[in-house]
């Protein structure tokens, strides 16, 4: 099985900041990694995928990065209806979560 | 548009069984892949299964696997997650999600979820 590492666990920042999730996969996974939005009590919604392509309808101030194991998800300036639940997906294999980056408003 | 709806949770005994569906419109639905996600109270987020787009094919996550079994009925555009031998442990929120290729891919679209509770 694939091993997803997702860092930090936990990110407080202020509105306007920028913000890097990072994920590395435990092989390469040929680029097939999502990055997902979860906000309390709702299903995930899909951000990026492919590492680095913007999804339908998302705002141009998420983006994502990386090739290989080593991958990054960026907020270029975090707005209030970004608090949520961030996760990254591989896909090369069966799928693997990682462990979720929960983000706050500081 | 894609909706995808999910049924069939609730509370059930250990060592019970369950089965929950899934519902899906708006997509011409024997084109894709179809996976299970769950998420316990407070936890991230876990694959559960996948079914291809034909119903040939079938995996699952290893904590599940001999218990849970996936399907599909094209005539009904519907998914199915059958759970025996349920655990304490399968307590979660299970979603249906829609990858984007035939088997798998991203999951473009996913389900509202269905509260499981596995508890005497």
């Known amino acids: 099985d694939i091993q997803m590492t997702q860092s930090p666990s936990s990110l407080s920042a202020s509105v306007g900041d920028r913000v890097t999730i990072t994920c590395q996969a435990s092989?390469?996974?040929?680029?097939?990694l999502d990055w997902y939005q979860q906000k309390p009590g709702k299903a995930p919604k899909l951000l990026i995928y492919d590492a680095s392509n913007l999804q339908r309808g998302v705002p141009s101030r998420f983006s994502g990065s990386g090739s290989g194991t080593d991958f990054t998800f960026t907020i270029s300036s975090l707005q209030p209806e970004d608090i949520a639940t961030y996760y990254c997906k591989q896909y090369d294999n069966l799928p693997t979560f990682g462990q979720g980056t929960r983000l706050e408003i500081k | 548009q894609v909706q995808l709806v999910e049924s069939g949770g609730g509370v059930v005994q250990p060592g019970r069984s369950l089965r929950l569906s899934c519902a899906a419109s708006?997509?011409?639905?024997?084109?894709?892949?179809m996976h299970w996600v769950r998420q316990a109270p407070g936890k991230g987020l876990e694959w559960v299964a996948v079914?291809?787009?034909?119903?040939?094919?079938?995996y699952y996550a290893d904590s599940v696997k001999g218990r849970f079994t996936i399907s599909r009925d094209k005539s009904k555009n519907t998914i199915y997650l059958q759970m025996n031998s349920l655990r304490t442990e399968d307590t979660a929120v299970y979603y249906c999600?829609?990858?984007?290729?035939?088997?798998?891919?991203?999951?473009?679209?996913w389900g509202q979820g269905t509260l499981v509770t596995v508890s005497s």
């Open positions: 999600a829609k990858a984007t290729g035939y088997l798998n891919g991203d999951f473009d679209y």
């Open positions: 708006g997509f011409t639905f024997n084109n894709y892949g």
């Open positions: 079914i291809s787009y034909d119903g040939t094919n079938e």
């Open positions: 092989q390469d996974i040929n680029n097939y």
